[in-house]
C-alpha cells in the first residue's frame, strides 16, 4: 500500500478497502495458471466509507517488474461491491498482478453535480467545483496535449455563465471528457494491495483438442481362418496419424506402451484367465522384456517410436505418453526393488483394487518406504521419454499418489524442461482434483462425462469456468476406455453429436476416445464400460469404410476442430456465460473474447451456443441473450444483430429473444458467430 501516514502504517486495512484479491491460491504460495494472450479473470471486494465514487484497476506486472497493462475492473451488478476483469500476459513467464484503487473524483462530481443541478441545488457550486476540477486535470504533466485541450475547453464551458446551465453541465461530462478521464483518472487516496504470482504456460497446457489410439491396434489384422492376431505396432500407427490430424486434433494420447506382464494378466472384458493370445492390460507394467524405460516389443524399438514421434512433429500433432505409475508382478522392480511396494503380512505384496474393482495384474507403488529412491527413478524415467521428444504426459490415478511427489516431480521436471505438460487422470474427490492442480498439473480429466441434463450441464460449465479455472483446468474427454456412460450407450448418434459439441464448444481441453467417431456404444453388462473392451485384446475398426457409407461422426468432429481453430473465443476457459432458455432440455452459453492482432488493433470474437441435450426428441422454447455479456454495441435498423450459424452455413437476425427449434435426430446444436461491422 502507498500510505504515507503513520496511522495507517499500524492497521492491515489501506485507505481503500481492497479484500478478497481473486485469483490467489494459498494466500499466493501457488501461482495461477495463464498461457499467452490467454485470459485470466481477475476479481476483488472493494469499497469505501461515505458514497463517494471509485475507481478500480488490476495491473499486470511482466517477468521483469514493468507494468504490462491496466484494465479498469467493472463491478458485478450484484451489490456485492465486487469488481472484475480480464488480465491477459504475453508470454510464457513469471508474471505478477495486483489491485489498485483510487477515490474517483471525476466521477463522484458528476454523479453528483447531475443530481443536485436537475434538483436546482447549489447549481453554480457544482459547476465551479467542476471547472476547477478538470483544470486541475488538465495540468497533469503526464496528459498528451491533444488530452489537455479536451479539458481545458470543457473547463472554459464549464464556467461559461453566458451559456445556459445544460450547455454548461454537458460541455463537463461530454463523450470526450469522459473518453479523457477514464483513460487517466484523478486517482486520489491511491491504495494497492499485494502482488501475487501467475504463471504463464505455453499453450498445449490451456488449449488443445485430443485424440486417443492403442498402437497395438491401428494396423492390427486377425487370420480369417484360425483367428489369431498380428499386433499393431509404431510403423502401422504411423500412418493412422494422418487420420488424426485431417480431423483438427493437436494431441495424439497413447496409452502405456511399454511391455504388459505375463503374471495374473487379464484377458477379454478383465477376465481372470489370459489365453496365451491374449495381449492383456498395457497398464499392467512390466516383465522379463523390461519396464517403463522399455517398449514393448510388439510395437517396435526405441527407433521405430522416433519415426512416430517424427511423424506426428511433421503433421503438426504432439504425442502425449502414459504415465502409470504401477507395476505388473513380474515387473524387474517387484524383484530389484520390493521396498517400492506395500508387503502384507503374509509376505505376499499387495494388488491394487478399488472396491469392487480389482486389478490382480498390478502392484500400487508405496512412496513411504524409499521416497527418495523411488522419486529419483520416476525422474529418470520421465527424463528418458522427454529425450524422446515426448513433452505431454498423461497420468494414470495420480490421486493415489502423495501429493508431496507430484509437487516435487513437476517442478524438477519443470525447471529443465518448462514446456513439458501434465494431464492428470484423476476422477475422485473435488478437493484432491484441485490440489492436484495447485500442486503442479496442468489439465486434468473432470466430472464433464457424467453431466448431461441442462441443470448439471450448465451447474458445472459454471463452476468450472469462474470458480477453479484459476487452478483446475478441465479436460472435457467424451469418452475413455474405462468410461461409456448410459446417455452415449442409450443415445443414439445425437448422443455423439451433442456431447462433442458440448465438450468441444465449452472447454478449450477436450478429447475423444478411438471409437467414438464411429458411434461405439454397446457396453460390457452391468458395466459402464465398452464390451470387448480395447484394454484387454485388439481391435480393428474400419474408419474410411464407415465415413464413405456416412456411419462416421469424423466430418462433424472435423467442422469443431476447425471452428475452435478459426474462433479465438474458444481458447478460453474463463469467458462462459450461461444465457437462459424456457426448454428444460435446451442449454444456451457464450463465448466472448477482445482479440488482440499483432498490429495492436482488437476484434471481438462471439460464439453462442445452443443445445438440445435430450437426444432422443424435438425441442423448442426461447433463448434469452444477456446481451451485455456479448458486448453487441452495433444493431440492425430493426434492433436485431446478425449470426452466421457455423454447422449449416445459414445466417439469422437475433435479438434479446430469439426461438429456437433443435431436432436431435437432424442438427442438435446451433454454433452461431455473432457478425460485426467491417
Same mark, same amino acid.
Not at 591 to 614: E, W
Given at each position: 500500500m502507498?500510505e504515507?501516514? $503513520?496511522?495507517?502504517?499500524?492497521t ?6 481492497i ?20 485470459e ?5 471486494t472493494?469499497f469505501?466509507?461515505?458514497?463517494d ?8 506486472l511482466s517477468?521483469?517488474?514493468?507494468a504490462?497493462?491496466r ?6 451488478l450484484?451489490?456485492t461491491d465486487?469488481w472484475q ?6 508470454e ?5 498482478f495486483?489491485?489498485?484503487a483510487?477515490?474517483d473524483?471525476y #466521477? ?8 443536485k443541478i ?8 457544482m459547476l465551479?467545483e467542476g471547472?476547477?476540477?478538470?483544470s486541475?486535470?488538465a495540468?497533469q504533466?503526464?496528459r ?7 479539458? &481545458?475547453?470543457a473547463?472554459s464551458?464549464?464556467a ?13 461530462v461530454?463523450?470526450?471528457?469522459l ?9 486520489e ?13 505455453? #499453450?498445449?497446457a490451456?488449449r ?9 491396434s ?12 498380428t $499386433?499393431?505396432?509404431?510403423r502401422t ?5 494422418d ?7 493437436? !494431441?495424439i ?10 503374471v495374473?494378466?487379464?484377458?477379454p &472384458? ?7 493370445a491374449?495381449?492383456?492390460?498395457p ?6 522384456d ?9 510395437l517396435?524399438?526405441f527407433?521405430?517410436?522416433d519415426?512416430?514421434v ?12 502414459d504415465?502409470?505409475?504401477q507395476?505388473?508382478?513380474?515387473h524387474?522392480w517387484?524383484?530389484?526393488h ?6 502384507r503380512?503374509?509376505g505376499?505384496i ?8 480389482k486389478?490382480? %495384474? ?9 521416497p527418495?529412491?523411488?522419486s ?5 524415467i520421465?527424463?528418458l521419454?522427454?529425450?524422446?521428444g515426448?513433452?505431454?504426459?498423461r497420468v ?11 509437487q516435487?516431480?513437476?517442478?524438477k521436471?519443470?525447471a529443465?524442461h518448462?514446456?513439458t ?9 473435488p ?5 492436484l492442480g ?10 464433464f462425462?457424467?453431466?448431461?441434463t441442462? #441443470? ?10 469462474h ?9 472435457f474427454?467424451?469418452?475413455t476406455?474405462d ?13 455423439f453429436?451433442i456431447?462433442a459439441?458440448?465438450a ?5 481441453l477436450?478429447g !475423444? ?6 458411434f461405439?456404444?454397446v457396453?460390457?453388462p ?11 485384446e485388439?481391435k ?9 457409407s456416412?456411419r ?10 476447425? *471452428? ?9 476457459? $474463463? &469467458? ?5 432458455? $424456457?426448454?428444460?432440455a ?12 499483432a498490429?495492436?488493433?482488437t476484434?471481438r470474437?462471439? *460464439?453462442?451456443?445452443?443445445v438440445n ?11 434469452s ?18 449470426? %452466421?450459424?457455423? *454447422?449449416?452455413?445459414?445466417s ?6 430469439n426461438?429456437?427449434?433443435?431436432d436431435?435426430?437432424l442438427?442438435?446444436?446451433?454454433i ?7
Amino acid at each position: 500500500m502507498t500510505e504515507t501516514s $503513520s496511522v495507517l502504517a499500524e492497521t492491515t486495512v489501506g485507505r481503500i478497502p481492497i479484500f478478497d484479491v481473486a485469483p490467489v491460491i494459498e494466500g499466493g504460495a501457488v501461482p495461477a495458471k495463464a498461457i499467452p494472450a490467454g485470459e485470466l479473470e481477475v476479481s476483488a471486494t472493494v469499497f469505501r466509507e461515505g458514497h463517494d465514487l471509485i475507481g478500480v484497476e488490476a495491473v499486470l506486472l511482466s517477468p521483469d517488474g514493468a507494468a504490462d497493462q491496466r484494465i479498469r475492473l467493472r463491478p458485478l451488478l450484484d451489490g456485492t461491491d465486487r469488481w472484475q476483469g480480464r488480465l491477459a500476459p504475453s508470454e510464457i513467464g513469471h508474471w505478477k498482478f495486483r489491485i489498485e484503487a483510487w477515490s474517483d473524483v471525476y #466521477a463522484t462530481w458528476q454523479h453528483n453535480a447531475e443530481v443536485k443541478i436537475a434538483a436546482d441545488v447549489d447549481v453554480e457550486l457544482m459547476l465551479a467545483e467542476g471547472a476547477a476540477l478538470l483544470s486541475q486535470a488538465a495540468g497533469q504533466r503526464t496528459r498528451a496535449n491533444a488530452d489537455r485541450q479536451v479539458l &481545458n475547453t470543457a473547463a472554459s464551458g464549464l464556467a461559461d455563465q453566458s451559456q445556459p446551465v445544460p450547455v454548461r453541465l454537458g460541455a463537463g461530462v461530454s463523450a470526450a471528457v469522459l473518453e479523457v478521464m477514464t483513460k487517466e483518472p484523478i486517482r486520489e487516496l491511491l491504495t494497492l494491495s499485494d502482488e501475487y504470482p501467475i504463471e504463464v504456460e505455453r #499453450a498445449a497446457a490451456g488449449r488443445g483438442s485430443w485424440y486417443e489410439f492403442f498402437p497395438r491396434s491401428e494396423g492390427a489384422s486377425r487370420h480369417p481362418e484360425t483367428g489369431e492376431w498380428t $499386433s499393431g505396432n509404431f510403423r502401422t500407427a504411423l500412418h493412422s496419424l494422418d487420420r488424426v490430424a485431417a480431423m483438427g486434433f493437436d !494431441v495424439i494420447y497413447l496409452p502405456p506402451i511399454h511391455p504388459i506382464g505375463e503374471v495374473n494378466r487379464k484377458g477379454p &472384458n478383465n477376465t481372470l484367465v489370459a489365453g496365451p493370445a491374449d495381449p492383456g492390460s498395457p497398464w499392467a507394467i512390466g516383465s522379463r522384456d523390461g519396464g517403463h524405460d522399455a517398449i514393448h516389443p510388439d510395437l517396435g524399438d526405441f527407433k521405430d517410436f522416433d519415426a512416430f514421434v517424427s511423424r506426428a512433429t511433421e503433421l503438426q500433432l504432439e504425442v502425449a505418453l502414459d504415465l502409470a505409475l504401477q507395476a505388473a508382478p513380474d515387473h524387474p522392480w517387484a524383484t530389484e526393488h520390493p521396498e517400492w511396494f506395500t508387503t502384507r503380512i503374509d509376505g505376499s505384496i499387495a494388488y491394487a483394487e478399488n472396491p469392487p474393482k480389482k486389478y490382480q %495384474d498390478i502392484y500400487p507403488l508405496n512412496f513411504d518406504n524409499d521416497p527418495d529412491g523411488l522419486s529419483s527413478e520416476v525422474l529418470r524415467i520421465v527424463e528418458l521419454w522427454i529425450s524422446h521428444g515426448v513433452k505431454i504426459f498423461r497420468v494414470d490415478n495420480p490421486h493415489t499418489k502423495p501429493l508431496w511427489f507430484w509437487q516435487w516431480l513437476i517442478a524438477k521436471v519443470r525447471a529443465k524442461h518448462p514446456e513439458t505438460v501434465f494431464l492428470a487422470e484423476a476422477f475422485t474427490v473435488p478437493a484432491m482434483m484441485h490440489a492436484l492442480g495447485r500442486a503442479g498439473f496442468q489439465q486434468s480429466y473432470s466430472y464433464f462425462t457424467w453431466r448431461n441434463t441442462k #441443470a448439471e450441464v450448465e451447474e458445472y460449465f459454471q463452476e468450472v469456468s469462474h470458480q477453479s479455472a484459476a487452478f483446475y483446468r478441465p479436460n472435457f474427454f467424451v469418452n475413455t476406455p474405462d468410461i461409456l456412460t448410459e446417455y452415449l450407450q442409450y443415445g443414439g448418434p445425437a448422443a455423439f453429436k451433442i456431447r462433442a459439441v458440448l465438450a468441444a464448444m465449452g472447454s478449450p481441453l477436450w478429447g !475423444v476416445y478411438a471409437g467414438y467417431e464411429l458411434f461405439e456404444h454397446v457396453a460390457r453388462p452391468g458395466a459402464e464400460e465398452y464390451i470387448d473392451n480395447e484394454k484387454y485384446e485388439y481391435k480393428a475398426r474400419d474408419f474410411a469404410a464407415a465415413e464413405q457409407s456416412g456411419r462416421s461422426l469424423a466430418p462433424f468432429i472435423t467442422l469443431l476442430n476447425q *471452428i475452435r481453430r478459426e474462433h479465438p473465443a474458444l481458447g478460453e476457459l $474463463s &469467458n462462459l456465460t450461461v444465457h437462459a432458455s $424456457s426448454d428444460p432440455a435446451t442449454v444456451a452459453f457464450s463465448k466472448h473474447k477482445n482479440v488482440r492482432s499483432a498490429d495492436g488493433s482488437t476484434h471481438r470474437d462471439t *460464439i453462442i451456443v445452443v443445445v438440445n441435450v435430450d437426444p432422443h426428441s424435438v425441442r423448442e422454447g426461447v433463448v434469452s441473450l444477456d446481451l451485455a455479456a456479448l458486448q453487441i454495441d452495433s444493431f440492425n435498423a430493426d434492433g436485431t444483430f446478425t449470426v %452466421d450459424e457455423l *454447422i449449416t452455413g445459414q445466417s439469422w437476425q437475433w435479438g434479446n429473444e430469439n426461438y429456437v427449434r433443435l431436432d436431435a435426430h437432424l442438427e442438435p446444436a446451433h454454433i452461431l458467430h455473432v457478425r460485426r461491422p467491417a
